[in-house]
């Protein structure tokens, strides 16, 4: 994968990683996973009332 975040961004990103004594690549990683969750979770809301109503 290659993108690049706005430096800034990624600055804020390395320095809270490096706070908790974790790699950017952890927390990224972290990230992505938390993102996918919040998604499947808005699609599954988007498609609980159309089950509902049999």
């Given amino acids: 994968m290659g993108f690049r975040p706005p430096k800034p961004l ?3 990103f390395e ?3 490096t706070a908790e004594e974790r790699t950017p690549s952890d927390a990224l ?3 992505m996973h ?3 969750k919040k998604k499947r979770k ?3 809301a ?3 009332p159309e089950s509902g109503q049999a």
């Fill in 42 to 44: 808005e699609q599954q």
């Fill in 15 to 17: 320095e809270l990683a």
């Fill in 46 to 48: 988007t498609e609980q």
């Fill in 10 to 12: 990624r600055d804020e």
């Fill in 29 to 31: 990683i972290e990230a």
């Fill in 34 to 36: 938390d993102w996918v």
